[in-house]
């Protein structure tokens, strides 16, 4: 069986711009880390306004599904595919078709919102027509706390059950693909060397060198939106 990791360079040819790459976000605007970080988001009004607005506008909530998400829902289709290991929030796996029980979001998932003191849960679009009526940082309805996406901030831990089912489904497949990823984020980049030493093959599709790139079995710089159908097609 096959475990499929896959980072933000997936989404790149549905219109949504990485964060390390040449013209990643981080790059173009260093601060930007500060909007995805909990310690600034919560100790900080303006972030978390400026952090709204970013959801708000991100191309993101309309993106559609590219070649490579599809192509991986053939993989799974054609009884090959075990588990889709997502870094991503933009639910385009889902959206392609990928069954839902077999992605596994290592980082949450950008359409829901949660309430930091009491749990409370709403959708990203209840939150968004807050905010276009005149609310800035709406707050939790239930007891005033502070609202967020249901998104793994940096500096809050990963939930420890999808890290368990990634670590599982790495540990038993025979094939491990790491899809535009720097392979830079722990835990996430860990999976490609759990691969390795569990006697899986590596395979790494990005355009750019990871940590990982001397332990794979093949690498593939073409453009993933291309790269991702011809292996699929190659493995079915």
């Known amino acids: 069986m096959i ?34 970080t909990i310690d600034y988001y919560l100790a900080d009004p303006d972030i978390r306004r400026r952090s709204w607005q970013f959801r708000r506008d991100s191309p993101a909530r309309t993106a559609a599904p590219n070649a490579a998400h ?48 009491c749990g409370a849960r709403s959708t990203l679009a209840e939150a968004l027509e807050r905010i276009d009526a005149g609310e800035p940082d709406p707050a939790c309805h239930e007891c005033g706390g502070i609202l967020k996406t249901t998104t793994v901030m940096f500096g809050e831990s990963l939930p420890e059950r999808v890290v368990a089912e990634a670590v599982e489904a790495t540990q038993r497949c025979r094939l491990f693909i790491a899809i535009g990823t720097s392979l830079q984020v722990q835990p996430a980049a860990s999976l490609a060397g759990l691969a390795v030493r569990s006697g899986a093959r590596l395979v790494i599709v990005n355009a750019e060198p990871t940590p990982y790139d001397d332990f794979a079995h093949e690498l593939i710089r073409d453009p993933i939106g291309e790269a991702v159908p011809h292996l699929v097609a190659r493995l079915s």
């Open 70 to 117: 599809l192509a991986l829902v053939e993989l799974e289709r054609a009884g090959l595919l075990d588990r889709l290991v997502t870094q991503n929030i933009d639910g385009l796996h889902q959206k392609a078709g990928s069954s839902p029980e077999r992605v596994l979001e290592l980082h949450g998932n950008m359409s829901g919102v949660v309430c930091v003191r």
């Open 3 to 36: 475990t499929v990791l896959t980072g933000a360079g997936i989404s790149t040819d549905s219109g949504i711009p990485d964060f390390r790459g040449p013209s990643g976000l981080w790059r173009n605007d260093p601060d930007h880390e500060k909007l995805v």
